[in-house]
């Protein structure tokens, strides 16, 4: 039951959507953008925004995935 609750809580809070996002990208044929996958996945722009938090990141980390 606790499982259970811990699941329904995560639903409730969001906190799988970065999860969600990820695999989302990984399937894409290519890369999207916030607004393409905000239409793909059928949740407001803001919500997908809000799991591509570029502050996760340390700075060498984000020139590290630069081209």
Known sequence: MGQFFGWLSDQMTGTDD?????????????????????TA???????V???LDLDRLTPAQ???LRP
């Open 49 to 51: 925004a809000a799991c």
């Open 62 to 64: 984000r020139a590290a």
């Open 18 to 38: 970065p999860l969600t996002v990820l695999a989302a990208l990984m399937y894409a044929a290519r890369p999207l953008t916030a607004g393409e996958l905000a």
């Open 41 to 47: 996945l059928g949740w407001p722009r803001e919500r």
